[in-house]
């Protein structure tokens, strides 16, 4: 069975300051891996996909099949980041769904 | 179109009562997908249909939780005799075979058993 882990509950980063978020991944085929962002009293929405391999409002995130990672980067935290961020797994072996880590609250301060 | 939609948005019930959601997903979404949230947690995948047919259900959906998507448009999430363990947040999301695959969701519908 998939598995998705996101060992941080809380990261808290001052403004212009990086911030990276953690992702393990288990799945012994091949993943399709995703990043979702929940803004305050929003709904969950796609920040980014690994095929896609494009950076969304300056966040990047890199699969790496050795590490089983999908770890969320960005070089300069702005308040507007702040938010609740969710790494997911589609195992398209088994049928089209997300798996979802427990996700990240990302806290920039001022 | 505004995205996918449910309703109702809040449900506080007594224990033991049956409540309904419903999705309506993006038009022309031929997949829809029901999760479960709990606080502190990441979504759970509940079900999911593509058009009118269920193709899945996780371990999850006990025989008190039912879904339909009758016509391949709309889904409703049925949740018979209510316990205490159901309250939570249910979404619903959809997406399209034809263009890509992405998976939108909805706002959620919160659900308080009493």
């Known amino acids: 069975a998939q598995r998705v882990t996101q060992p941080e509950k809380l990261l808290s980063v001052f403004k212009g300051a990086p911030v990276e978020l953690k992702c393990n991944y288990s799945y012994s085929g091949s993943p399709e891996l995703f990043w979702y962002v929940q803004y305050s009293r929003q709904r969950l929405q796609l920040l980014l996909r690994h095929i896609s391999r494009e950076s969304i409002k300056g966040f990047t995130a890199d699969l790496n099949k050795g590490e089983t990672s999908f770890h969320l980067k960005k070089p300069f935290a702005q308040e507007e980041d702040s938010a609740m961020y969710y790494c997911a797994l589609n195992a398209r072996a088994a049928g089209n769904k997300l798996t979802f880590g427990g996700g990240t609250r990302v806290l920039v301060k001022p | 179109d505004t995205g996918v939609s449910q309703n109702p948005r809040h449900k506080i019930t007594k224990r033991g009562q049956n409540v309904t959601f419903r999705c309506d997903p993006i038009s022309e979404h031929n997949r829809l997908y029901w999760y479960r949230q709990t606080l502190g947690q990441g979504p759970e995948f509940l079900t999911y249909?593509?058009?009118?047919?269920?193709?899945?259900k996780s371990r999850l959906l006990s025989d008190r939780f039912s879904a339909e998507r009758p016509k391949g448009s709309f889904s409703t999430l049925e949740i018979q005799r209510t316990e205490q363990g159901d309250s939570a947040m249910y979404l619903c999301?959809?997406?399209?075979?034809?263009?890509?695959?992405?998976?939108?969701f909805g706002e959620g519908s919160w659900l308080t058993v009493v």
């Open positions: 249909f593509q058009n009118e047919a269920q193709l899945e």
């Open positions: 999301a959809s997406s399209s075979t034809a263009s890509g695959n992405t998976i939108y």
